[in-house]
């Protein structure tokens, strides 16, 4: 049986940083938030490997091979619910879409709907991994459109005994770029479109409070809490740099929420950001920034199946690859457009 956590990472941060019980070492709050921009840079200069200590990439590496040679198909089954497993539950824990937005099970026969609180807005509906129209709403509910998202990963016969590295770790990063990231793709691509319908969009040199205000500020207007801000990974050099943003900000000191994307609290705004993803994984440009309304006032994802995994071969077209083919089935709306504004640097 093999280790299910097959996305654990090891952060190479700089010594002292992060101290045995998996705290950010630091003597005052201001220190604290310099810390965590030092593990930001570290990210950014690639400072991840993955933890996979030898004897675990043995037993991945049998696993593998044992599962080839099963002739039943039942172990590479196996291998591919694993996958399927650390990919879904990354994606609850990581996944921009569903911090931002409500969630939304269908059962078999349950058609997707979300509810609309305040009618006479702006709403905007995913029709595919990259379609957002927009419409005026003025009933009680919105029934986004369903599509897939899917992923292949595939492994080359010849990679198995070739490849040094953790090679199942290395397919659950493919799977993670075409679920969570394409996820993710689809939200930041309805957030733009609603962004600038019913706020201001905001441009700016350096992000300052006042900024943060405004933005706040136009959302708050509208008698919508202001519950999260996402952040591009550079936006943290502005914030920490500043006396009032200091002042202001609850960071969090456990290093393992912090690579998570979850930064702390903000005046009750909630500070979120992909900059401890992997570059293939990073949803943000540089300098963009969101502030987002609570969930029920956003929008939602209609999830109509959990992540399935199918096991594929390319044998049939003469290509020595095995692997498996995942998808999942929802549907995706921000059903209010002043719940939602948008910051860019210039």
């Not at 630091?26 to 950014?44: F, N």
């Not at 992540?307 to 690859?321: G, H, R, T, V, W």
């Amino acid at each position: 049986m093999i280790n299910p956590y097959l996305g654990k990472k090891k952060v190479h941060v700089r010594n002292g940083i992060v101290s045995d019980n998996g705290e950010i070492n630091a003597s005052s709050k201001v220190d604290l938030m310099k810390q965590i921009g030092k593990i930001i840079e570290d990210h950014q200069e690639g400072g991840i490997v993955q933890a996979t200590p030898s004897e675990l990439l043995a037993e991945r590496r049998e696993a593998i091979k044992a599962a080839l040679a099963d002739k039943s198909g039942e172990q590479w089954v196996v291998l591919g619910e694993v996958l399927g497993d650390e990919i879904r539950t990354t994606l609850d824990r990581e996944g921009f879409a569903r911090k931002l937005l409500v969630y939304k099970p269908l059962d078999k026969g349950e058609v997707g709907r979300l509810r609309v609180r305040q009618k006479d807005v702006v709403a905007f509906m995913a029709t595919t991994a990259a379609g957002n129209p927009q419409s005026i709403i003025r009933q009680s509910y919105v029934y986004p459109p369903e599509f897939y998202l899917t992923a292949s990963p595939l492994i080359e016969i010849k990679e198995i005994d070739s490849n040094p590295g953790d090679i199942l770790a290395e397919k659950y990063e493919d799977g993670l770029e075409n679920i969570m990231v394409a996820e993710d793709k689809v939200f930041v691509t309805l957030a733009n479109a609603a962004a600038g319908t019913s706020n201001d969009l905001f441009y700016f040199n350096t992000f300052t409070p006042a900024t943060f205000t405004q933005m706040r500020t136009q959302v708050a207007r509208w008698g919508i809490p202001a519950r999260y801000a996402v952040i591009s990974y550079d936006i943290w050099d502005d914030i920490i740099s500043d006396a009032n943003f200091v002042a202001w900000f609850d960071p969090v000191s456990q290093h393992s929420i912090v690579t998570e994307g979850y930064l702390g609290d903000m005046l009750g705004t909630s500070i979120i950001t992909d900059a401890f993803r992997d570059q293939n994984l990073k949803v943000l440009e540089a300098g963009q920034v969101y502030m987002c309304g609570a969930p029920q006032t956003l929008g939602g994802i209609t999830q109509r199946t959990d992540l399935a995994s199918e096991p594929i071969n390319k044998f049939a077209d003469a290509s020595p690859q095995r692997g498996w083919f995942m998808y999942q089935v929802e549907g995706m709306a921000l059903v209010n457009s002043r719940a939602i504004c948008r910051g860019q640097r210039i």
